[in-house]
């Protein structure tokens, strides 16, 4: 029996993530599901998180990622005093032409990688908002456009406090998600140490897909199927952050596009055709714990925001037509 035409396009997808995967992991050891959800979130044109503390190869991820995409990549070091047009560029007076030329900043590139995103001034992080929504930035008046692949992996320290900005609200918002790297096992602790007696591995990563085949994997995610069953099960889920009495702010709706587009790229790197209640699951706490704030109260008997979502993933029921 031969398989349908959208199951065969879609092992482009399923084989072009265990190429990125067999490729990452030779850089980063034991974090299979922080790869996943990062190439799902590149095939959503999404943007990343990274909240852990340093050293646990956020940086890596970043540069190995955009290496296996052939993605052009470069890192800013966010600090107090970055300003907007640092990021984004500016106007300079050229002397032989005898006019002002527009200088692109670093932010014009294929994956941006904003290093403690939170120890920048809320005035530049703000830089990064239109970019990300819109991939475009204006500069006194003018728009420019962004690589069509752009997007950002921001990382952030959650246990440093001094010096930083938080991200206000409408900043966590644009993520599409929030993931963490952890502590690796002593396992991968011991390979890692192995891996780099001589050279450094991310020297040997080579890109796996060309530009035509990552728009291609694009566009079959957007093909994936989901049932009405499923997107009345998505709407529930996040209907009902907004009326628990702990939380101050449920999830906005930006969250339930976000949460249908990261179970539709799920679904595509298992290589279906269909999305699955399992992978609705599997996405709501990268993709709604951020969007979601608590009321002091709960704060103050060590509430966290993943434990609410757990506690409705194990409450809202899938109601079959």
């Not at 796996?208 to 566009?219: G, L, N, S, T």
Request: hydrophobic share 40%.
């Amino acid at each position: 029996m031969l398989k349908s035409k959208v199951v065969i396009e879609l092992q482009i997808v399923k084989e072009t993530y265990q190429r990125l995967l067999s490729n990452v992991s030779r850089v980063i050891f034991g974090k299979e599901e922080v790869i996943r959800y990062a190439f799902a979130a590149a095939l959503c044109n999404g943007h990343v998180l990274l909240e852990d503390v340093p050293g646990t190869g956020k940086t890596m991820l970043a540069r190995a990622v955009a290496k296996s995409l052939g993605l052009s990549f470069k890192r800013v070091q966010f600090t107090p005093d970055l300003l907007p047009s640092d990021l984004t560029g500016l106007y300079i007076y050229d002397q032989h032409s005898t006019d002002f030329v527009f200088h692109q900043g670093p932010i014009f590139t294929g994956i941006l990688l904003a290093d403690e995103i939170n120890r920048a001034t809320p005035k530049t992080q703000s830089a990064l908002l239109e970019a990300m929504g819109e991939k475009q930035v204006t500069i006194e008046g003018d728009k420019y456009e962004l690589p069509e692949n752009f997007f950002v992996i921001a990382t952030q320290n959650p246990i440093e406090y001094e010096g930083t900005f938080p991200l206000p609200e409408a900043q966590l918002d644009r993520f599409l998600l929030r993931l963490s790297m952890g502590y690796p096992s002593k396992e991968a602790e011991m390979k890692m140490m192995e891996s780099q007696f001589k050279i450094h591995p991310i020297k040997s990563i080579e890109q796996v897909i060309d530009k035509e085949e990552f728009h291609e994997c694009k566009e079959e995610v957007k093909a994936i199927y989901m049932d009405e069953t499923i997107e009345d099960y998505i709407v529930n889920i996040v209907e009902t952050t907004r009326g628990i009495s702990e939380v101050a702010l449920g999830v906005s709706p930006r969250g339930t596009l976000a949460l249908m587009k990261i179970s539709r790229a799920l679904a595509a790197i298992d290589g279906r055709d269909h999305v699955l209640p399992d992978d609705v699951k599997q996405a709501v706490l990268p993709v709604l714990s951020h969007r979601m704030i608590l009321k002091p109260e709960a704060k103050l008997k060590k509430r966290k925001n993943t434990d609410i979502l757990q506690e409705i993933l194990d409450s809202v029921e899938i109601k079959l037509v």
